[in-house]
């Protein structure tokens, strides 16, 4: 998911990322790393992930450009406060609460945002991808490797 992110907005700056579900942070902190241009966000519901991630971005010395929150989805945040989202969705919690996920990304992302989603396909992938369209206006598979897909959703 993190390299098709990349291969589409290499050198993007100014942008707003939300890692949700951020588990350690992997995502996010290489994401820092690799563009210091950008400011971003890692959310997970897990206290323990949520200080296993600001560990990592000190230990990578990115913790100006990533900041760390503990929440449930992207309910605490507000409206249209992201550009991108990043997501790799617990599939097996259960549909709702994929859903729940894949409608607060939506919500926080600014009109014309993006949300970069990876499902493994013996989960549903291409199910959960047309699903989405209920929340978003685009729809496109951007990548596919080992048994995973990445989808492009555009609000």
Not at 21 to 38: E, F, Q, R, S, Y
């Amino acid at each position: 998911m993190l390299n098709c992110f990349l291969d589409e907005h290499a050198g993007l700056k100014g942008a707003r990322v939300l890692d949700l579900g951020c588990g350690t942070g992997v995502v996010g902190v290489l994401l820092a790393l690799l563009n210091k241009d950008i400011l971003v966000t890692c959310s997970d519901l897990s206290t323990a992930a949520t200080i296993c991630t600001i560990k990592n971005a000190q230990n990578n010395q990115v913790q100006g450009k990533v900041q760390v929150t503990n929440g449930y989805g992207a309910s605490h945040f507000r409206d249209a406060s992201f550009t991108h989202v990043l997501l790799n969705p617990p599939i097996r919690a259960g549909n709702e609460v994929v859903f729940q996920l894949i409608k607060g990304a939506a919500r926080v992302l600014c009109p014309k945002g993006q949300l970069y989603m990876v499902v493994r396909v013996k989960q549903g992938g291409k199910r959960l991808a047309e699903l989405a369209k209920e929340w978003f206006e685009f729809v496109e598979r951007v990548g596919r490797k080992k048994g995973f897909l990445v989808y492009r959703l555009v609000k």
